[in-house]
């Protein structure tokens, strides 16, 4: 009896930063009319029975007065999200026999999903990379997605990406009467033709030693802290960071893509990222926040770093458990949550980079005001940062206020650009150094590599050795110093670390010596 | 017994009575002593009826076995001793303050109190890094010489000079705020340790167990002045209790000294103002030496220690960076600007001077050529 139809589509669910395949089942039996969804929807998924019904009349079908029932398998699998909107409209319109699918169109091959708004457009949605990614893993051929999304999934090889702006041009598709033009394949190095980077170099006046240790920050994948009194630049100087970093390659962009897919972070339309991220949550955020959780165990600002940089602006102004719960991924580059009904493993591997003030009113050694705190107040408010913390961040220094005759300077300095590649070729030399080992950059150096790694000049020893006597450092610092001499050595292109890379280094733990003791 | 007499004292004294009624008080009864019978046995006397009443509740509270006890306790815990203005272990030149204190504790090596050459050093809490060096270069000179640094055991100046003091090798002396029986601030706990083992001395008017107060130590500031026969202001604001220091000093007609210091910093307004009406100018420890008639010996002069020949470094670098700084503390950009170096081999030469002690590096990431 035709009165008790059966259809199925295809479509993929989102759960950490995976896709995984979704079979609506859609079954039009007599009955009151209505429709009911079933399989773990959340409260989104159940609110697509009214955009689909107005979705579909608007596209020109009728709604027929049947009862529907949508399953959505595996039924055990929570689902959320409006993405299921455009799966489930095809699946009622097919099961209603109001759109007859031609011979050429295989329903279990291609994945649908995509929101509808009431009018019958496809609205972008959150996570199309993860799924598409997914759905290619699972060995399905094609994807009909929103228009807006297209882009972002448009450098995946070996799918055919169809992009569809209404429900109607999905219908004709699937009837055969007109097909949806495919997305052109995007390579990853066109996309990094076009990228623009916002903050550069050349726009800093003066900070040159600020400036040096940006590079070699970003050349050895050091973490860094800068203080200085307010309007001293540090913002800006963090921001010129993921500008010098070297360009992400195909493999980090999907990483870091997916997690800004599934957190709604891309703006509609983008592509793949290309830039390395920059995250700068305000010093009053959450741990949850920071870190990732939440009931649906959501990725943090940690995670949407990944690849990129975490900007902390006044770092003691944090809450001290968020500054702690920041150990483990600045350990491990990955942060795993465990919520009641969701587990997550995200990756969070970034770069710190923190700034402060000397002092709470922040004129603390200025060249130009007078500091007000006690001394006692000053102590308070860098014991706020632990030493464990500390211990993580390679490069610490003192930024000063730039007069104002040398902002109006009109001489530019150095772009990006330059820096960049100056970087990248330290970077190389890092790769060839531990193709063998299971790190990349000298920041991630353990003390038994370092030994076998940081080969030092007999003068360089000296120097150290007096430096540490000298500047009362203690042996942590000794093995900061020769981590972020390594680097300097390999900006140099040195294999052996000679006497001048390791002064220069020591530089860099200038605030050891002074605020810390 | 040496320790009952420090009880009474210091039940005396931790009535905080005012110094006119204490000091007739202590002559009457000679000693505090017969004051504490008298008064338990609520004899009725003149001065008695003079008693404000918060101190006469004071007296009353403390005048129990119990309370008693605890001061023996802290006495003999920390080795408190007293004196009082009718003995003859009373330093003289406290005699003679307007407003001397009745009763004295002392705590450290009293042989302190006769030294020939007492100078107080006196400044700020907040002090900049330079004024703190100088302190502790100054303080450290004239203990060499053999003078007698006294200050106040705060932080900044007061700490930076008995710091200088404990280097020159000179016994040095501190005014407490409260009881010696607790360190004020705690962060110098360190450093009053240093003070008592290096033979140094820690004095008080406040009874064992009184805690520090903020209207004690402007008061206490007339006996710092007063032990000292010179008045060395490091760094100080106009309104500062370095200044009360200095008001007393001129009261009790000490010679005051007043370090110039940044000529522009607010930090050192009160240096200014002095020396604009005539207080002695001086930069190095031997010109307060010389002021003071103090320059008896004669090695010291000859060892010179304020200034060495000139070292200019053979590297061009560290040259370079020398003749740059020669005429000033300057910035990292401005070293570079100088110097013509590229920022990492500015860094590097500051590195290798760091180590030499050419260079030093002041807070607000500027540097310095270090004073020898």
Known sequence: MDYALMAKTLSMGVAGVNGFPVHVEVFATGGIPGMEIIGLPDASVRESRDRVSAAVINSGRQMLPRRITVNLAPADMKKEGPSFDLPIAVGVLTGMRELLPSPDYDPEDTVLFGELSLDGQVRPINGALPMVISARECGYKSVILPADNAREVACIEGMRILPASTLAQVIRHIEGTEEIVPQQQLSYGDLCQERIITADMSRIRGQQAARRALEVAAAGGHNMLMIGVPGSGKTMLARCLPGILPPMTLEESLETTRIHSISGRLAPGSGLMVIRPFSAPHHSTSVISLIGGGPNAKPGEVSLAHNGVLFLDELPEFSRAALEALRQPLEDGVVSISRIRRQAQYQSSFMLVAAMNPCPCGYFGSSTRVCRCTPNEIRKYLDRISGPLLDRIDLQIEVDAVPVKEINASVLCESSAQVALRVAAARKIQQERYRKEPFFCNAQLSNDALRRYCTMSPDAEALLSAAVEAMHLSMRAYSRILKTARTVADLDHAEIIASAHVAEAVQYRELDQKYWR | ?372
């Not at chain 2, 931790?14 to 338990?40: R, T």
């Not at chain 2, 003070?195 to 805690?211: D, M, Q």
């Not at chain 2, 190095?284 to 103090?294: C, H, P, Y």
Request: charge should be neutral.
């Open chain 2, 1 to 372: 017994m040496a320790t009952e007499k420090t009880v009474f004292d210091a039940w005396l004294a931790g009535a905080e009575l005012p110094y006119d009624l204490l000091i007739p008080l202590l002559h009457e009864f000679s000693g505090a002593d017969a004051v504490f019978s008298a008064w338990k046995k609520r004899e009725e006397h003149p001065l008695f009826k003079a008693v404000p009443p918060a101190c006469r509740k004071r007296m009353n509270e403390t005048a129990s076995e119990e309370s008693l006890r605890g001061y023996r306790d802290l006495a003999q815990t920390h080795g408190i001793q007293s004196v009082t203005i009718l003995e003859e272990a009373f330093p003289h030149c406290l005699r003679d303050l307007p407003d001397p204190p009745g009763v004295l504790f002392f705590r450290g090596n009293q042989q302190v109190l006769k030294a020939e050459k007492p100078a107080a050093m006196v400044g700020s809490r907040s002090a900049s890094w330079n004024g703190l060096k100088a302190a502790e270069r100054i303080a450290e000179g004239l203990s060499r010489a053999g003078v007698t640094v006294i200050s106040g055991l705060a932080l900044g100046i007061d700490a930076a000079s008995h710091k200088g003091c404990l280097k020159g090798g000179s016994p040095t002396l501190a005014v407490m705020g409260g009881g010696l029986d607790k360190v004020y601030p705690p962060q110098n706990e360190g450093l009053m340790n240093d003070i008592l083992k290096a033979g140094g001395l820690l004095i008080s008017e406040y009874a064992p167990g009184v805690r520090p107060s903020s209207y004690h130590f402007p008061y206490r500031n007339r006996i710092i002045s007063g032990l000292a026969d010179a008045v060395i202001l490091m760094e100080a604001k106009v309104r500062s209790g370095s200044m009360t220091t200095v008001g007393h000093a001129l009261r009790q007609g000490k010679e005051v000294f007043a370090y110039p210091g940044d000529p522009v910093s607010p930090l050192s307004e009160a240096n200014r103002l002095l020396l604009r009406e005539g207080a002695r100018y001086f930069t190095e420890a031997k010109d307060v030496l010389e002021d003071m008639n103090w320059l008896d010996n004669l090695s010291y002069v000859g060892q010179n220690i304020e200034c060495s020949p000139k070292t200019v470094p053979d590297d061009p670098s560290e040259r370079a960076v020398y003749l740059a700084l020669e005429k000033g503390d300057l910035g990292f950009d401005e070293l570079i600007a100088a110097t013509g170096l590229t920022s990492s081999a500015l860094m590097s030469t500051l590195t290798v001077m760091q180590i030499r002690k050419t260079v030093e590096i002041l807070p607000g990431k500027r540097y310095q050529l270090v004073r020898k």
